[in-house]
């Protein structure tokens, strides 16, 4: 009942920058907290960013100073804007978001996943 749609990713030469959006939609009460995760070949999922609804953000080390982590809560859409890039960004990207539906309680949903390559 609840969707999350990327969009963005592609390739883009070192140091370069690309933007990435994902937009929750269906039976969505409130949204708690949304963020971003990635997965490079052989390796496991991992925190990128994140934001709470009321604003609070939270960064991999990795991407602090280089990534922007944002979000449009009217529009249920969080934004990541990646600059600097490195090839050791290279990695799948996820969306999470965790949502309160219509009923109490909280649960956790997933965008399909956006490719993200660095490379010269």
């Known amino acids: 009942q609840v969707q999350l749609v990327e969009s963005g990713g592609g390739l883009v030469q070192p140091g370069g920058s690309l933007g990435l959006s994902c937009a929750a939609s269906?039976?969505?009460?409130?949204?708690?907290?949304m963020g971003w995760y990635r997965q490079a070949p052989g390796k496991q999922r991992v925190l990128v960013a994140a934001i709470t609804s009321g604003g609070s953000t939270n960064y991999a080390d990795s991407v602090k100073g280089r990534f922007t982590v944002s979000r449009d809560n009217a529009k249920n859409t969080v934004y990541l804007q990646m600059n600097s890039l490195k090839p050791e960004d290279t990695a799948v990207y996820y969306c999470?978001?965790?949502?309160?539906?219509?009923?109490?309680?909280?649960?956790?949903?997933w965008g399909q996943g956006t490719q993200v390559t660095v490379s010269s």
């Open positions: 269906g039976s969505i009460f409130s949204i708690y907290a």
């Open positions: 999470n978001a965790q949502i309160r539906t219509g009923v109490p309680g909280i649960s956790a949903y």
